[in-house]
DNA sequence: ATATACCATGAAAATCATTTTCAATAGAGG
DNA sequence: CCTCTATTGAAAATGATTTTCATGGTATAT
């Protein structure tokens, strides 16, 4: 799977012309090895604890050009900070937030999507990606009160 | 209509001791009187013409007030611009965007907002927000290609 | 291997949206 | 009209992200 994935980058890198460094199998093998929806800062700070000299432009540079191939998905939860998640081909999932603590989880639901292309369109769109969302308090959070 | 947000705006302005300005006037009868989801931007240059003195830190601090009073609601479609739409109580609607003109179009739909209860509710989380949108080609970009 | 051409990097500066600071001003109630 | 305190506008500050630029690295042709 995490070969898989590399093997698409790398493809992608060589497609475009672009060059294979060590900064990028750096960043690479730090994305794919953590949870999903890291921050841009937290992917930066982890790499830097083992490698110094890594410039903070070059995780920014490097992670849009994982969402450009493919291999990853930009998103957001409205607290400023851009997230990336692992994106597998065809598949999609969305997310439930706590708010209070920040937990994300993910799900994916047949019946909703199917309901999404529906209203599209009904409503004259040709949808190709779609965010939804929830945002609420988690079970763990709910007991601690 | 707009009478009784100006009036759900001035009460909450009281009930919080805030005052009633000729500032926060303007600026909502300014966001009544647009179309939905402006960029605070876009609200601030409309108004900048009539009232060349009004200030961008003004605008800023005021549309988080309506969203505070419950007449505006904040929304982001990815583009780094803060948007305010009108909220109405109890009600919700959902987005499609065309990624190709920008065009925004709102929808609500039952069935989607009962399955979002019932997959939060398997999670165990208790929901309070959502947020949904659709993103692709609108009818008129699909026709124009 | 060596040269060549061009891409990538890191550090710092620049940018963009938003927030804060601060001194001056203006509401609300007495 | 006075006083108390919230509000305003301008400018500076902030935080996230992007760009610049001189230097270094990579791939390919020689």
Redesign the pocket.
């Known amino acids: 799977m995490k070969l898989s994935k590399k093997k698409q980058f790398h493809d992608f ?2 497609r475009r ?8 199998d750096i960043i690479l093998d730090g994305f794919l090895s953590t949870d999903d929806h890291m ?3 937290e992917l930066y700070l982890k790499l830097r604890a083992k ?1 110094p ?6 995780v ?3 992670l ?1 050009l994982f969402a450009e191939s493919g291999i990853a998905r930009e998103i957001q939860f409205g607290d ?3 997230r990336y998640e692992h994106a597998a081909e065809g598949e999609h999932h969305d997310h439930l937030v706590c708010t209070r603590c920040g937990e994300v989880q993910e799900f994916s639901n047949e019946a909703i999507e199917k309901l999404q292309d529906k209203i599209a369109e009904d409503h004259g769109y040709l949808v190709h990606t779609h965010k939804l969302e929830l945002y609420g308090i988690c079970s763990k959070c709910r007991k601690r009160e």
Do not use: D, M, P
């Open positions: 890198v060589a012309g672009l060059k294979s460094t060590r900064q990028r921050s841009i800062e490698y000299n890594i410039g903070y432009a070059t920014y540079r490097t849009k400023g900070q851009t």
